[in-house]
Nanobody, 121 residues
Framework: QVQLVESGGGLVQAGGSLRLSCAASGRTFSLYGMGWFRQAPGKEREVVAAINWSGGSTYYTYSVKGRFTISRDNAKNTVYLQMNSLKPEDTAVYYC??????????????WGQGTQVTVSS
């Protein structure tokens, strides 16, 4: 069992930056791939980025490539999402998830409660 708690969301102007954190409980964090997803009002939840258990392999959805960076610290049981050059279209609730590394929701077994990111124009 893994419990995930996101933090770091908030309100930022377009062009600004935020760093999301996801703290995981449990001693098996390092065995899981981790993902960040987001869901905007009226839209389906979509993958933003994913990282494998070691941090050696990452995936980004096209719209965030070059702006967002996913990383993890297995010693701290934490995964991060550094978001730079934020745009209003990045506004969403951001969720972290633990499971096998991938770009689909079905590949993840555990989910956090989400953190709101709002980007003003």
């Amino acid at each position: 069992q893994v419990q995930l708690v996101e933090s770091g969301g908030g309100l930022v102007q377009a062009g600004g930056s935020l760093r999301l954190s996801c703290a995981a409980s449990g001693r098996t964090f390092s065995l899981y791939g981790m993902g960040w997803f987001r869901q905007a009002p009226g839209k389906e939840r979509e993958v933003v980025a994913a990282i494998n258990w070691s941090g050696g392999s990452t995936y980004y959805t096209y719209s965030v490539k070059g702006r967002f960076t996913i990383s993890r610290d297995n010693a701290k049981n934490t995964v991060y999402l550094q978001m730079n050059s934020l745009k209003p279209e990045d506004t969403a609730v951001y969720y972290c998830a633990a499971g096998s590394t991938g770009a689909t929701m079905s590949q993840y077994d555990y989910w956090g409660q989400g953190t709101q990111v709002t980007v003003s124009s």
